[in-house]
């Protein structure tokens, strides 16, 4: 992917990674039938951005030069700028959010922090060592879906259904197999650049068996579902796995100019279909 063209600048900056979020949230508070307050719309993209943007910048200042993957080396060329942005936007955000937020929306941001700066604590102390239980794709995984599912949840003002659970539960799953096909065709990039990653601490075989395992479980979970009724939701949950496994299954296609990266974000497009 050239780095003057439009589209890299929206992946390098993960500005694709916040349509995907609000596109989800969409479709959440139109589940839950959630009014959110326009706070919330600007606070989850925002909020994203920050935290990959955060991580990107990180990276890129401990691996210089040296990086091997052209948005850590995108964040590294121009780290002061990117920098100052974050900056600029995270001030804002502290300095207006609360003011307009209502408390449990409040309450779940701050919640919603605390879990984020556990998990980077920990990340940092994980390093670059590889294990089964040394592995942040499940942490990430789960903040995403939290993310996206906890302001809707935290105004419906009632105890969340099974079938509502088991929704959230399946769109954790898929963000969680986002980030395990990722690390698969990262492997060795994530080796150079000395990442930790679930996927380097198991043989392909073994990525697989865990891909098929959270697709049996998501489809139980969908069957739970839809014995509610709830099938506009599976549908679009079932195209978005399907893409994903997709993206796993067909490394021909899906491995050449990062093809899986812009599929495996793109998904979580999907949700938008939720307003028909």
């Known amino acids: 992917m050239k780095l003057d063209s439009g589209y890299a600048y929206i992946r390098h900056l993960s500005l694709d990674v916040m349509a995907g979020s609000l596109c989800s949230g969409l479709m959440v508070a139109t ?9 919330w719309w ?22 210089g030069e040296s990086a091997h ?9 121009y780290a002061s700028q990117i920098g100052i942005a974050w900056a600029v936007v995270f001030l804002l955000c502290i300095g207006i959010i609360p003011w307009y937020s209502p408390r449990e929306l409040l309450l779940a941001g701050l919640a919603m922090g605390m879990l984020v700066g ?43 259904t099974p079938s509502t659970l088991f ?29 930790s990653s679930l996927v380097r601490a198991m043989t392909d075989k073994g990525v697989t068996s865990l891909v098929l395992t959270c697709t049996s479980l998501f489809l139980i979970l969908g069957c ?10 599976q549908g679009i949950y079932m195209a978005m796995l399907l893409i994903l496994l997709a993206t796993y299954f067909f490394p021909t296609y899906f491995g050449q100019e990062e093809r899986f990266r812009s599929w495996g974000d793109g998904v979580f497009l999907l949700p938008i279909i939720s307003l028909l």
């Open 118 to 160: 556990i998990h980077l604590v920990l990340v940092k102390w994980i390093g670059s060592r590889v294990s089964i239980l040394f592995q942040k794709e499940l942490g990430v995984g789960i903040i995403y879906g939290l993310g996206v599912w906890i302001g809707p949840l935290a105004l419906d003002h009632q105890l969340p």
């Open 224 to 233: 739970l579902v839809l014995r509610e009724g709830l099938l506009p939701v």
């Open 31 to 39: 589940l839950l039938e959630v009014q959110m307050p326009w706070v």
């Open 69 to 77: 993957t052209p948005r850590h080396r995108f964040h590294y060329r």
């Open 42 to 63: 600007v606070s989850l993209p925002v909020g994203v951005w920050l935290i990959y943007t955060a991580d990107h910048l990180l990276d890129a200042r401990r691996l």
């Open 167 to 195: 929704m959230f539960l399946q769109f954790t799953l898929l963000a969680f197999l986002n980030l395990i096909i990722f690390s698969h065709y990262d492997r060795q990039v994530d080796e150079l650049d000395g990442h």
